[in-house]
């Protein structure tokens, strides 16, 4: 058992009440999806080449090490990699929120993820 302070309580409940999040920890899904198999169909919300440029914000430099363990394990069992961004105009902006929560897939852009302090164990941080 993982014991949370009142703070950490209070972020993961707030996360839970979160009316645009499906299932917690996913946020627009109102496209076409493929509520059966969890799925979202067809090519253009897929990241090309599985490749997956990311940059992690300033306010998780602490939790770095369980950060880079989840990219780790990813690669260890799919063929999604997650890669630094360099000049991508689309990526992952990896950072601090309220509870554990991200897009399904590839919007155009900066697409927040959000590793609030209760999200921060290896084995939440498989995006």
């Known amino acids: 058992v993982i014991q949370r302070s009142p703070q950490q309580q209070e972020e993961a409940r707030s996360a839970m009440q979160n ?5 917690v920890d996913m946020a627009g899904i109102d496209g076409p999806f493929d509520s059966e198999r969890n799925a979202i ?9 599985a490749r997956v440029p990311y940059v992690i914000d300033s306010s998780l430099s602490k ?3 369980v950060i880079n363990q989840g990219f780790k394990d990813y690669h260890k069992n ?4 997650f890669v630094p961004r360099s000049n991508d105009q689309n ?12 897009y ?5 852009g900066e ?5 609030g302090n209760v999200c921060l ?5 498989v995006l």
């Open 111 to 115: 697409q927040a993820v959000s590793l």
């Open 19 to 23: 009316p645009d999040l499906y299932d």
């Open 91 to 102: 990526y992952i902006k990896i950072f601090s929120g309220q509870g554990c929560y991200c």
């Open 41 to 49: 169909v067809g090519n253009l919300f897929r990241w090309p080449n």
């Open 78 to 81: 799919t063929c999604v990699r």
């Open 104 to 108: 399904v897939g590839k919007i155009n």
């Open 63 to 65: 939790a770095q090490n």
């Open 121 to 125: 164990y290896a084995g939440t941080v």
